[in-house]
């Protein structure tokens, strides 16, 4: 397995066919999570398109999250989690941190998709909403609720490609303390975590 | 009043502090709204961070919508409606016609966003997720469904500009049946009709 660093992002190849899965390795990490098509990177993973499709706020096993051209992308193949994953808030960014009162270049969601896309010869212009890997935003109603994750070290989940893509990591740097209006997104210790990865 | 035509988009200019009121005038008819900011059209009304901000599934009488960047875009001054406005599905495009089986130029959402702007000299390169007011798209537990309208003749809402902005109004032209697979999504009859708005 490769680890992602806490708080760093990677962009992965997956040919049509191939598998990636994603490991949890502590239980309580969020990742963010996009998909662009490697043929062409304006077309990317859109969770406003896939709630139509799947019918399902938050994606399930067995659903295929498509594009903002309803194509096919990633197929949620298997996964071991006892909750719900997030497509309804944005990622992190620095206008985020800012808003929390922190330093001017705290680690950011946005920043690493763009940079893991760079790495890998892609120019993004966009940042799309992310599906956000156990990351716990109940709905009950009209509210929606930001908390404390549920995931358990060892978690994982395996998404099928649909289609040759790029895959997008990111290891979500969020350690704003409640105190400080964020809600413990990434667990009780505000400390972002490895996650480890392999193509299959 | 202004009337937007059924299956056309308008973008209308707002100073900051400045309303705009758009009334249902027959009563099913749903809107697709966005809004970019003036001075950046890259800088656009984001559903996903507005969620955040608001903690509202769906947009309150008094939420303010933020843009990607999260500063204050439209605050929903006003309005009379016993029903929801939905925030999480895509607008309909050509490629979901072309799914239904419509031929090659049905009218649609995306294309209105895209060809309103260029009307007023902006070149946008992407659609964001639109807030629809007025379609109906309950959410109960994980399961989204996609519904008639429950809007009355003459419901309205009451925007208030919070910078100065770019509105763009889309009269949504689905009129794909039921039996072909897709919602009633303006009413029963499967006619879009006119809206009407002006600028206060």
């Known amino acids: 397995m490769i680890e992602l660093p806490p708080r760093k992002g990677v962009a992965v190849r997956l040919k049509r066919g191939q598998r990636l899965r994603l490991v949890n390795t502590f239980g309580d990490q969020v990742v963010d999570t996009w998909a662009v098509m490697a043929a062409d990177p304006t077309e990317y993973m859109s969770m406003e398109h896939s709630r139509r499709t799947t019918g399902h706020l938050h994606p399930e096993p067995g659903d295929i999250l498509c594009s903002n051209r309803r194509s096919p992308m990633l197929r949620i193949k298997e996964e071991r989690f006892d909750g719900t994953h997030d497509t309804i808030v944005a990622c992190c960014d620095h206008w985020l941190y800012s808003h929390y009162g922190c330093e001017a270049g705290h680690a950011n969601c946005h920043d690493n998709y763009l940079s893991a ?74 400390e972002p975590m490895p996650v480890h990865y392999c193509v299959e």
């Open 117 to 190: 896309l760079r790495d890998v010869g892609v120019e993004a212009k966009h940042v799309p909403n992310p599906l956000n890997l156990w990351m716990n935003v109940p709905v009950v109603g009209n509210e929606v609720e930001i908390t404390s994750p549920l995931g358990k070290p060892g978690d994982f989940i395996v998404f099928l490609a649909e289609a040759d893509v790029f895959v997008v990591l990111s290891a979500c740097p969020m350690d704003v303390a409640p105190a400080q209006g964020a809600a413990a997104i990434n667990g009780p210790n505000l």
